[in-house]
C-alpha cells in the first residue's frame, strides 16, 4: 500500500495565519463612495475539473511559507485584536419565553469529510467552518469553507450526484453530492494536486434568501493568490452570486467588488492596501447589504467597518451593471471615553428582515445594523495598548433613502449610542478533558504524542505519519475559541432590531462564556434615527459555554437563537434556545449531542504554533421561511477512536487508505478527516 500520508510531514509546520467583533452621532450624508459594479460572469453548484487522485500531498493548508509582496507584508494579519478576556457579568435569570419551539426537523449538513474531499480531494484543510445558509422556496443552501451544498426540506441534497468522478486516492468519495465554492464561483481548484499550482482562497461564506425578488444570494471574501507559490498578492474582492430564479441548484449571477483598498488611513498609521474581512450580507425593501473589517495588510491595526449597498432589484434582475454606494465607518462613533474622540465601526452587520412586508419603509427606505465597541478594533484601532475590552455599549445604525439606489443614491448613514449591561470578551470554553493529554478519542492529538504504535512499515510511532521531524509529545485536548464580542446576526422584525454577541459571564464554577441579546426598537420617522433598548439581558449556565449565538426571528415577534453549547462533561454540542420581546431569551436546548471532543488541526502547538489558537465558529446562521425558523451550527456530530482513525497505517490494522476518516475497508463516506472532526448540524424549528 502507498503509505499516501507519510507526505503529511512539514507540511503542517508551514500555517502561517488566516487562522489566526448615550449619545446620537450626526448623520453621514453623502459621505459614500457611487461605484457601477460589472457582471463578472455565471456559476452554478457543478463540480468543476479537476486532476483525480489527489497525489500532492505535502500543501494542507490554504497558507504558505513564501510571503506574498509587498516584502512589507509579514505574513498574517490578525483578524480578531481582543486576545484576552473582559469583564464578566452576573448572568441574568431567564425567564420564560413565550416562544416554545418544536425542533420539527434536523440533520447533519457539511462537515470536514466532505470539505476536504471533494472536487477530488483538490481543497486544503480548512477550520473553522464559518456557517452559512439561507433557506426558502423548498430549499436549504448551505455554505461553508469552502464547500457548499443543497437540500430539500428533507434534508436531501438536491445536487447531482458526483460520486463516481470524485476520484481520491484511487477510489470514489462520497461527499453527499457537496460542491467546492472554487467550482461555484468559477475558480480553478483551491490546489491542484498533481502539479502543486493553487487558485484563489474563498473564504467567509454568507447566503440569504430574499422572499420578496424570491432569489438567492451568496457572499464570499476571494483572495488573489500567486499560482506558483500560494503567496497572496493582496487583492482581495467580495464576490456576489445571485440566483437568476428560485431554483438554487440552476445559474447564478456573479458580481465582484474589489475592495482592496477600502480602509481609512488613519495618520499614516494604517496605510492600505486591507484585508475586507468577515462579510456579512442583509437587505430591505430597496437594497442589498454587505459589511466588511477593513484590516491593513502591513501593520495589523484595523482600519474601519466599510458598508456596501446594491440595488436589490438590478441585482435580481441580473443586470450587466448595478449602483453600489460604498461608506467607511471609521471615526463615526462617539468614544464613550473621551470628550470629542470618535471609533470607528467594527463588524456593523446588517439586518435581515423575515418575510416581505417586515421592511421598514420610513424615511425613503431604511436598513438597519448593529454592531459593539467593546473589542480592540473600535476601542484602540491605531494602538500599540489593549482597549479594556468590556464595554456597556451597543450601537444601532440607520442607512435611509434606501428607495434612492436604484437610481442616483443619495443615502444617509446614522447611529445612535445605546446604554446596556456590561459585556466582555469571553474566556476560551472548556471541553470534556480540556488540559490532559490527547486520549484516543481525540486521535489526531494523541497520535502527534505516540511513540510506540509500529506502523506499517515497521517504523515506530504514529507521529510519523504526520510529520517528518519528531514533535513535542506533549499535545493536549484544547480549550477552543468563543468570539471577541462582535455582533453576530442581526435581525429586523415586528419592528424591531434583534442581536446578540458572545460575551463573559459568571456563574457558579467561575467565568464562563455566555450571551448577551439586545432587542432595540428604533425609529427614523423624524429623518434621524432615534432608538431605545426594548429589553437585553445575558444568558450563561454553569459549567458550560455557549457560544456564537445567531438570531431568527418570524415576523410575529417569535424567534430561535442558535447555539454551540459545550462543556466540563459536554462535547461541543448543537444548540438553541428561544426568544422573544415580553421575556428575552429562554432556556437552553441541546438538538444534537456532540460525539466527541474538537480535534481539529489548530489545536495542537506541534501544527500551529505555541500556543495553539483552536477556532471555532465563527459564526452561526439563522433563517427565517414563513413561521418557521432554521438554523445551523457547528457541532461534532461523529465519535472515531485512534485504531479506527489510523487503520491500516498500524501494523495489522484495517480501513480506508486515506488516513483519519473511519471510512472502513469499502472507503467508504467518511466521518472526519486526519486533521478535523468538525460538522454542522441544520434544524428547523416552529417557535
Not at 430574499?210 to 432569489?215: C, E, L, N, W
Not at 425593501?285 to 466599510?306: D, E, L, R, V
Not at 415576523?555 to 421575556?583: C, E, F, H, M, W
Not at 490494522?653 to 473511519?662: E, H, P, S, Y
Amino acid at each position: 500500500m502507498k503509505p499516501r500520508f507519510i507526505a503529511y510531514l512539514a507540511a503542517l509546520t508551514l500555517l502561517v495565519s488566516l487562522i489566526a467583533a448615550s449619545a446620537a452621532s450626526p448623520a453621514i450624508a453623502g459621505s459614500g463612495v457611487t461605484r457601477q459594479i460589472a457582471l463578472a460572469g455565471t456559476g452554478s453548484p457543478i463540480t468543476g475539473d479537476a486532476a483525480s487522485g489527489g497525489q500532492n500531498d505535502t500543501l494542507e493548508f490554504p497558507a504558505q511559507e513564501e510571503e506574498a509582496t509587498p516584502a512589507a507584508f509579514n505574513g498574517t494579519i490578525d483578524r480578531s485584536l481582543s486576545k484576552g478576556s473582559g469583564s464578566g457579568v452576573v448572568t441574568a435569570t431567564a425567564k420564560k419565553a413565550k416562544s416554545n419551539p418544536n425542533v420539527d426537523f434536523s440533520f447533519e449538513g457539511l462537515n470536514h469529510y466532505q470539505q476536504r474531499y471533494t472536487r477530488g480531494g483538490n481543497q486544503f484543510s480548512v477550520e473553522p467552518p464559518d456557517q452559512g445558509m439561507c433557506v426558502g422556496n423548498g430549499y436549504v443552501v448551505e455554505a461553508v469553507n469552502d464547500v457548499m451544498n443543497v437540500f430539500n426540506y428533507s434534508g436531501v441534497s438536491q445536487l447531482p450526484d458526483n460520486t463516481a468522478g470524485n476520484i481520491v486516492s484511487g477510489f470514489p468519495r462520497n461527499v453527499n453530492h457537496a460542491v467546492d465554492l472554487n467550482s461555484f464561483y468559477g475558480y480553478a481548484p483551491a490546489i491542484n494536486r498533481t502539479t502543486g499550482v493553487r487558485a484563489q482562497f474563498v473564504t467567509d461564506p454568507s447566503c440569504y434568501y430574499d422572499a420578496q425578488t424570491q432569489r438567492f444570494f451568496m457572499v464570499v471574501l476571494t483572495l488573489e493568490i500567486n499560482p506558483a507559490t500560494g503567496g497572496f498578492t493582496l487583492e482581495n474582492h467580495l464576490d456576489l452570486a445571485v440566483s437568476t430564479t428560485s431554483n438554487p441548484t440552476g445559474l447564478w449571477k456573479i458580481y465582484k467588488i474589489d475592495v482592496t483598498n477600502d480602509g481609512t488611513n488613519t495618520g499614516g498609521t494604517n496605510p492600505g492596501p486591507y484585508l475586507g474581512d468577515y462579510p456579512h450580507i442583509g437587505a430591505d425593501a430597496n437594497g442589498f447589504y454587505i459589511t466588511t473589517n477593513a484590516y491593513p495588510w502591513c501593520c495589523n491595526g484595523f482600519s474601519g467597518a466599510q458598508i456596501y449597498a446594491l440595488s436589490k432589484a438590478q441585482l435580481a434582475a441580473g443586470a450587466a451593471t448595478v449602483t453600489m454606494q460604498h461608506v467607511d465607518t471609521s471615526g463615526t462613533v462617539n468614544s464613550p471615553s473621551e470628550a470629542g474622540a470618535t471609533q470607528p465601526g467594527f463588524t456593523v452587520w446588517p439586518a435581515q428582515s423575515p418575510g416581505t412586508a417586515s421592511f421598514d419603509a420610513n424615511a425613503g427606505g431604511t436598513e438597519y445594523f448593529l454592531s459593539s465597541n467593546a473589542a480592540d478594533e473600535a476601542q484602540k484601532p491605531v494602538s500599540g495598548t489593549a482597549g479594556t475590552r468590556s464595554s456597556n455599549q451597543v450601537i444601532a445604525w440607520a442607512l435611509t433613502n434606501t428607495s434612492s439606489l436604484a437610481a442616483a443614491p443619495t443615502l444617509s448613514l446614522s447611529n445612535k449610542i445605546l446604554s446596556v449591561g456590561t459585556y466582555g470578551v469571553p474566556p476560551k470554553v472548556k471541553q470534556p478533558g480540556s488540559g490532559s493529554l490527547a486520549s484516543t478519542q481525540t486521535p489526531q492529538g494523541y497520535c502527534i504524542n505516540d511513540t510506540t504504535t509500529i506502523l506499517f512499515n515497521g517504523q515506530v510511532g504514529c507521529w510519523r505519519l504526520l510529520f517528518g521531524a519528531q514533535p513535542a509529545h506533549d499535545e493536549v485536548i484544547s480549550r477552543f475559541d468563543s468570539n471577541d464580542t462582535r455582533m453576530q446576526q442581526v435581525m429586523y422584525a415586528n419592528g424591531k432590531i434583534w442581536g446578540a454577541l458572545d460575551t463573559a459571564v459568571n456563574v457558579a464554577d467561575g467565568q464562563r462564556a455566555g450571551v448577551a441579546w439586545y432587542i432595540v426598537k428604533p425609529d427614523v420617522s423624524s429623518g434621524s434615527l432615534s432608538a431605545k433598548v426594548a429589553l437585553t439581558g445575558t444568558a450563561g449556565m454553569d459549567n458550560t459555554d455557549l457560544v456564537y449565538p445567531a438570531i431568527g426571528v418570524t415576523a410575529s415577534g417569535r424567534g430561535v437563537v442558535a447555539l454551540t453549547l459545550v462543556g466540563d462533561t459536554k462535547n461541543p454540542s448543537a444548540a438553541y434556545a428561544p426568544i422573544d420581546a415580553q421575556a428575552g431569551m429562554g432556556d437552553v436546548g441541546i438538538i444534537a449531542a456532540g460525539a466527541a471532543p474538537d480535534d481539529g488541526f489548530t489545536s495542537y502547538k506541534s501544527q500551529v504554533g505555541n500556543p495553539p489558537r483552536t477556532r471555532w465558529g465563527d459564526y452561526g446562521a439563522a433563517a427565517v421561511d414563513g413561521d418557521s425558523v432554521w438554523i445551523a451550527s457547528e457541532y461534532v456530530a461523529h465519535a472515531c477512536d485512534y485504531n479506527d482513525w489510523i487503520g491500516p497505517f498500524k501494523a495489522g490494522g484495517t480501513g480506508d487508505n486515506l488516513l483519519g476518516t473511519c471510512g472502513g475497508a469499502s472507503h467508504g463516506a467518511g466521518t472526519r478527516t486526519a486533521l478535523a472532526n468538525w460538522s454542522t448540524r441544520i434544524s428547523k424549528l416552529t417557535p
